[in-house]
Every structure is written in structure tokens, then in C-alpha cells.
């Protein structure tokens, strides 16, 4: 069967409906577009685990600052459909910004109801730099699970604080949705995966790549018995390519999403960098 | 059948399950228990509507400000449940707030996920007095529809405010529930029911009672043809006893929540007012 393009909330919400007739497990994976094999990698889970699979494809407006890249991030439509169809998936819900969020609204906090997520989680990291970005994303995620109902949602590893957040909310408010981490997809230079690569020149790729290659690097020194952060991130510094604007390089356990000293299982080595204009992120769970 | 009692969230999503199997209409009734009339009506009308009727009680820490009466608020669960069994509810949803919020979590936006409605409806009226309450009560209301998912769910007219908020915030994050607003309940003498009227001693009862009066004759001046508010707010004004303590008393749209200078159909005339130590609240919706 064709993948379905359903671009209307309603016909969602009804879609839904028909399928829950029957004890089907439903299976969301929320993306911005721009697929690529890192979103295959969630959508082939997804079918793994559900009777249906829903690709959302939505440019969340209210999760990009005001100098961010919302008008030119990458969108792919017609690609996207295809990538969908080979991978099975049985609807793409791809609603317009005034399906989402009415028409003739100011999208900020004073015309709109958020999901804001702990200060705690949201103060730090990616949403220091970018402040409201994880309150645009947990509303949009809450609405997606509203307009959906899956039994199951699949997010990647890659957005490692979002994944935490998203896991946060979900919690706090009750909600029925199962969450599926999915590990980080590379490519095969060791970058990882993401839509705002295609934005890299050949030159900053070459310098993007000193980022993995720096999460490597102390993975392989934890690896080794070195578990100081303090040294671990040095190494790191010294690494990164010199052209490479450092957001931040933080170490959190990733149960607590705490600031550790010593790194041991299970904590979260993960980066932010503007490489160019580019934005990147990355990390590893040791 | 006896109403059921329920204090734990899984235990009350493996009920509205087992419903669910049979096309169910659920209905929810959020109270805070001490249950009078008022309630009472909003229980009728939901066995009216519904085919399994829950009635929540629980008094949410994380809408009371610090210096309000979560401590001393009413609490009567033994006398609620006979009422509620009376009128043939079938759970009495009540779970303790370590149940809702988790162990050693501090209540506070640092810790918890919130629903934030839209500021312009939040920041004031009962919002500006009460900094917070209408986060709280919309994370509450979020988390009690997705334990209980109620088709129907019913407030009464009276939390004026909080009603439009509600509707809103269902409607911003697409909530299915459908909200059902009930009239206000009034005892003999006109005062509106509200569990903090048991705080009241007789004579400030009859200082209360200014507040409906000042509201009737704001109805009476509408019908004899007078829309200027600022005729009608000094004609309140003059009715209220001089002992009430008015925090404000404002002609809105009930439609859009905006101020009006005229008052037309659909005006919302809403009023707070300190009684001593007790703040209550009234309205009138032309």
C-alpha cells in the first residue's frame, strides 16, 4: 500500500480511530523532513515494533529562535514521500504551521498554551543557546501525541537532551506514549547524521568531523581507565579543530541528566559547535 | 454499585482500558472535594451525558500560592464519598500528591513540567492576584484527562477564568476531551456555592452577599438598556459592602477574553472580593 499524505489534524485524529477498532499498534516517528537514513533508522524500529507507522514531517515554527534558520531549513517533500514508500510506512502527517496553530495567531506564549519542561533540564545545554526551544518542542511533540495517540514514539539518541525532555514531560503529565531511543546513525566519515549537514562546504565537513572524532577520542580514554572529566575534556579541546566555535562539551549522567566529575556507564559526553553558520551536535553514551 | 474508590494512577488507566473495550462514554467531573451542591449538579449532568461517571478529588498543591490555605483548605472525603455513591458515580478518582508528583520533587517549575496557558488570559483577574494557580490548574486538568481520558469533562461557570483556560489549552494541544461548562449553583440566599464559603462566619456571609447583589443589579441596569461599564462598575461598587476588599470586578468577552467597554451578549461580568481572610469569586454572563 502507497504511503497516505494527510495534511489535516482531523483526518488524523479519524485515521486513528479506525486503527484503534482493532488493538493496532500504532507507531509515530515526529520529524522535521529532510529524511535521511538516520530517520530510516527510526522509521525500519518503528515498523519492527508497530502494526502502523506514522512519519510526522512538520518545521516546528515555534521551536526555532528568531535568528535561526527556520525559513531555510531543509525541506524535501517529494524525497521524503519516496524514502516513506520504500520503507513502508503507512501515513505521512504533514500539517501546514495554520493547521497546527490557527490562523491570524502570534505563535509566543501570549496567544498560545506550552508543554514547558523543568527549568532544570531546559536552562542548560542546547537550551541555554537557544532559549524556548525545548518549550516549542515539547508542545509540538504533545500535540503530535495528541493528533496521533501512538503506543510508541521514536526519537534518536543524536538529540540527546531532547530525548531526556521528551521522556521528562511524558512522565510528569501521564502521558500513554512508550518512548524508543534510537542510537546515532554516521555517516560513513563518522559524521553524524542530520538534516542541517547538507549547510556544510566541503571545508567546514572537514572540520565538522573533528567533533566526532573528539567524542571518540574520550571514549577511547574512558575506555582506558580515564575517567576525569577535567583531562577528558582538555583532550577533547585539543582535538576540535581550531575554527570551531564550542557551545559547550558537557558531561551528564544520563539517568539524572546531573553534571558528573567522574565519568562512568551510562554518562552522556555531548557536544554543540558552530562550524560556519551550522549548528551541530553530537555525543556518546558511555 | 457501590462507587469505587481509586488512589492510583495505573489502577484508574486499567479501568477507563477496560471501558474503553466497549465503546464507553466516560465522563470526568474535577473536583477538589468538600462537595456541595455545585458539584452535585455537575455529577447529575455528567450521568446525564456519560455512561461511567469519575470524580476526581484531590487539592493540588501546585496551584495554591505559598501564603494561599492549601493547608486549611475544606476536606470532607468520607462525607463526599456518600454523596458521590448517592448520586451513582461510579470511581472517586482521589490520589495523594507523592501518587501525582512523585517522591521528593520539589513542586516547582525547576522540577515538574507545566502546561502554561497563553499569558494574555493567565495575567490577569484571578491570574494577577494569584501568580501561577493557572499553570497549576492546567497541569492538573492535563494529567488528570490523560489518566482518566474522560470524553466529557465538566466545570462549572462559576471559575470563570479557569473555564476559558481550559477550553483553551484543549484546544491549543489538541486534546479530545470535549468541555462541558455548567451554570453557577447558588444557595437560597444568592451566594454562589464554593467549598471556601465554610470559612465565612455569619456576618461576613452577609457582607458575601453584596458580591451577587452587586451582580444582579448590574444584570437588571443591562436589561433596562445600560451598556456603559463604567456606569454599571460604580453602580456595583455602591452595592458592595464597604468592608469587602475587591481585587476586581471586569466586563469581558466570554468569547475572546478581551475587555469590554460596552457589554453586550455574551459579556462576562466577573468579580473577586476578600472577605476577611476568604477570597471568593462571582460572575454573571449576560
Redesign the interface.
Known sequence: METLLVNN?LQM?EINKNWKKSDTIVGLVPTMGALHNGHASLIKKAKEMCNKVVVSIFVNPIQFGPNEDYDKYPRSIEKDKILCNELGVDVIFSPTPIEMYGENVILS????????????IVDCMCGKSRPGHFDGV??VV??LF??VKPDYAFFGQKDAQQLFIIK??VK?????VKIIPCPIIRDVDGLALSSRNTYLSENERKIALTIPKSLKEIKNLYLSGIIDTGILFDTAISILDKNIELDYLEFRDFNTFKKVDKVKENTLVAIAAKVGKTRLIDNEIL
Chains 1, 2 share one sequence.
Not at 109 to 120: A, D, G, Q
Not at 172 to 176: K, Q, S
Open positions: 489534524i485524529k506564549n501570549n496567544e498560545l498554551s506550552f508543554v514547558c519542561p523543568p527549568y532544570s515539547a508542545t504533545t500535540k495528541n493528533i521528562k514531560f510528569d503529565l501521564n502521558m500513554d
